[in-house]
C-alpha cells in the first residue's frame, strides 16, 4: 500500500507542477558515483569539460566517490587521475560520453585510468564498442611504421631529414588507408544506431580527416534527434570548409589584425606564391616545422614567394606569440585574433589541427595543401626552378 501510494503523491507532484527544487536539480545533473581499491583512498579525480565549462575534482575517501555537474546538452566528459600523473609523470585523458543526466557508476583504475569500468552510459558503450575496432587500426599503423623504420620510429619523426619525409610519406598513405576503412565502419554503425549521439560525435571526430563527399554522405545517414546540437552544425561546417578550400579553388578572402593590431587581408598578397600557415606558439610540431619554412622563405622569397601566418595562440598569451616569432625568426606577416580554436579564419578553412598550411598561386588558388619539409622545397623548386 505505501508503494502505490508513493507512486501516486509522485504522479500528483508532476501533474500539478508540485516538483520540489531538489527533484528538479535531480532531473538536470549528472551524477558519478565511483568505487576505487582502498589503497587510493586520498588520491583525487578530476573532470573537465571545455564545453560545457565544467572543471572540478573528487577525492577518494573509504573506496567510493562521487561527483555531480549540472546537465547542459550531450557532451563527452573526460577525466584524469591525479594518481597516474604522480606515477608515470603524465596521463591519458579518459572520456565518457553522455547524452542524458542520470547516475554513471565508474569501477575506477586509479593507476591506469583507460582500464576503469563504466555501467549507466549507454550512448558511451555504443561509443567504445566503435572506437575500440578503431584503436586497432591504429595500432596496426604503429606497427608497420615499427616494421619498416624500427623500433626508435617515433624519435625518428623529430628529426628533419630526407629518411624522415620518406617516413612521413609511409605514414600518410597509411593513415588515408585507415581513413577510408574508418568511413565503411562508420557507415555500418550509423545504419545500426543512425539517432544515437554516438554516431554524430563520432563523425564529428572524423569529418575534417576525410574528403567532403564522405562525410556529407556518412552526415545524410544520421537520424535527425542530434543533427541541430552543436556537434552537428561542427559537422556542416567542417564540410563547408572542405569544400571551400579544395585543390584548385580560390583560397577564401579574410581579414585579420597583425601584431601591430592592423587589419591584414589574404587578398592583399596577389600577385605572389604565398603559403598560408596555420600554426601557434604552444604546437611542438609547429616549431620543429618552423626552420624549413624560414629555410623556404629565404630561398624563394626575392622570386616571388612569401609566408602568411595565421596563429591559434590563445587569449592573453599574445606575448607567447610574440616571443615564438621572434625566437624562431618568422619575419613575414603574422595575423591571429588569439582565439584559440574560435580563431575565425581558422574555422573559414576548418583547422582541427596544427600545423596546416595551404599554397596559393599568384591569383590565389590552392595549388598545394599541408606541403611540409622537403615537400615544400621540391613544390617551390618546381615553380621557381632551383
Known sequence: MKRKVSIFCTFFLLVAGGVSAQMKKEMNTIVFKGTA????????LVIYNKAMDTHDSVQVEHGEFELSVPYKGPSRYMFYSKYELKQKGGYAPYGILISEPGIIHINADMQT???????????????????????????????QLIAKFGTDVFNKLKLK??????????????????????????????????????????????????????????????????????????????IGAMKLTAMGNIAPDFQQANTEGKLVKLSSFRGQYVLLDFWASWCMPCREENPNLVKAYHQFHEKG????????????????????IQQDGLIWTQVSDLKFWNNAVAKLYGIQSVPQNFLLDKEGKIIGINLQGDALIAKLEEIFGQ
Open 305 to 324: 614567394f612569401t609566408v602568411l601566418g595565421v596563429s591559434l595562440d590563445q587569449p592573453g598569451k599574445k606575448d607567447a606569440w610574440l616571443n615564438a
Open 113 to 143: 585510468l583507460s582500464n576503469s569500468v563504466i555501467s549507466g552510459a549507454l550512448e558511451n558503450d555504443y561509443y567504445t564498442g566503435f572506437t575500440r575496432n578503431g584503436n586497432a587500426g591504429r595500432q596496426k599503423i604503429n606497427d
Open 37 to 44: 581499491y582502498n589503497y587510493y583512498n586520498g588520491s583525487t
Open 161 to 238: 631529414n630526407q629518411q624522415n619525409d620518406l617516413l612521413l610519406k609511409y605514414y600518410k598513405d597509411l593513415d588515408d588507408e585507415n581513413n577510408e576503412l574508418e568511413v565503411q565502419r562508420l557507415k555500418t554503425f550509423i545504419a545500426m544506431h543512425k539517432n544515437s549521439f554516438a554516431a554524430i560525435y563520432a563523425l564529428n571526430n572524423l569529418a575534417g580527416k576525410i574528403s567532403a563527399v564522405n562525410a556529407q554522405m556518412l552526415y545524410d545517414a544520421l537520424g535527425e534527434k542530434y543533427k541541430k546540437d552543436s556537434y552537428g552544425q561542427n559537422i556542416i561546417n567542417a
